[in-house]
């Protein structure tokens, strides 16, 4: 049995599609197979909620009267991204405040979703049509024209699990990991998240509508660092990280339910961002790959401490139970992303597509096939 992405819209438009979470669908799969699962379900939901370093958004201020061309730029004392115009910036997420470690772009980012109102100073040269040369003013989110969410790489496919045996403590962006394997963080919403039920992206594409962060937004690119040549265990799944998304949405609909800032210690700022993506069940093959279960999705450990050394792999049915293996020594785990928002998203969903509030869009152009990464060296 074979669906297309219009037949599924007009089940969804009559309100009669049938939508389940990827953890109902995997519930499913314990009594009915990959034909009968094609048959039945229509549309299976995702979700993923962690810290994306590689996030940020961009904001048009409008014109001042007499204008000026805003060459530096600062919001609350945090640098943001001059150069693209006369009042147009990019708020890079982890960008960090002179003199405070704790606060930066991610925090400006959820400032601007609550409302707040952020100091805004800019300077420039002065030109013959700006002939401004500084401003200061206060701006929030209903004062400014756009405010654009555009993360270059979001809900990476797979992740590795994060350790250290050494005997000192490490302080990292998977959190703060204990010297002699006294935890093991790992950041994925396991059979929940997007990428892993359908690893090859056959249904997720440039174009691809989504949940993000409390709004609809859409996959816009392949993301950064998106490596599709990774090793893949039994059921087709990268054992590391792999695939990523570009994704954008409007700012102005987004909610501080789905987006928070961060602070890690003695690392630095990032942004956590709530993803969910629909999967449509085309066919038996798509109705396999999103009934895999935690048990079958490996990743790789790796030491922290000792230069990124492999020390084995293991399962997020594990690592979601709190503890794993490595090397026949018991390790507890801790999770730098959250399972339960994860659901949430998946819900919500869920909800939109029943509802009709939220249609499927077929992909205008597929992700890239056989990339690999390349290695900056220098002195």
């Not at 991204?81 to 890079?92: E, K, R, S, Y």
């Not at 401003?135 to 405010?147: D, G, L, Q, S, V």
């Not at 962006?173 to 039920?197: D, R």
């Not at 993301?223 to 990523?244: D, V, W, Y």
């Amino acid at each position: 049995m074979v669906k297309t992405f219009q037949e599924i819209n007009e089940k969804i438009k009559s309100g009669k599609a049938v939508v389940l979470t990827a953890e109902e669908v995997v519930e499913l799969s314990k009594t009915a197979d990959p034909k009968e699962i094609a048959q039945k379900v229509d549309v299976v939901t995702t979700g993923t909620f962690g810290a994306m370093c590689s996030s940020g958004a961009f904001l048009n201020f409008g014109h001042a009267n007499p204008p000026i061309r805003m060459e530096k730029i600062t919001l609350n004392g945090v640098q943001v991204c001059g150069g693209l115009a006369a009042v147009d910036t990019f708020i890079g997420a982890t960008e960090t405040h002179p003199e405070n470690e704790t606060y930066g772009g991610a925090h400006l980012i959820e400032a601007l979703v609550k409302g707040e109102d952020i100091m805004l100073e800019a300077w420039g040269k002065g030109t013959d049509c700006y002939p401004r040369k500084n401003i200061r003013a206060k701006i929030n989110i209903n004062t400014i024209n756009e405010a654009i969410l555009y993360n270059p790489r979001n809900a990476y496919q797979n992740y590795c699990v994060a350790t250290n045996s050494t005997n000192q403590l490490k302080h990292t962006y998977m959190g703060t990991l204990l010297p002699k394997l006294g935890n093991a963080s790992f950041c994925s919403a396991g059979e929940l998240s997007p990428l892993l039920n359908d690893p090859e992206c056959r249904t997720i594409g440039i174009g691809t509508r989504i949940f993000l962060c409390g709004t609809q937004g859409y996959v816009t690119w392949n993301g950064t660092q998106f490596h599709s040549t990774k090793e893949t265990n039994l059921f087709g799944i990268p054992t590391s990280n792999a695939r990523t998304l570009a994704v954008t949405g409007n700012l102005k609909e987004m909610s501080t339910d789905f987006l928070r800032a961060a602070y890690y210690e003695k690392y630095g700022i990032s942004l956590f961002v709530g993803i969910g993506i629909p999967i449509p069940v085309l066919d038996e093959d798509m109705a396999r790959r999103v009934s895999i279960r935690n048990e079958q999705i490996e990743t790789t450990i790796i030491d922290y401490g000792k230069g990124n050394a492999i020390l084995g792999k293991t399962n997020y049915a594990a690592l979601q139970n709190g503890e794993i293996l490595i090397n026949d020594t018991k390790v507890r785990t801790t999770p730098v992303s959250s399972l339960a928002k994860a659901r949430e998203i998946a819900g919500i969903l869920k909800k939109w597509i029943q509802t009709g509030a939220f249609l499927l869009t077929e992909p205008v152009a597929s992700l890239p096939t056989g990339t690999s990464l390349k290695v900056l060296t220098g002195e």
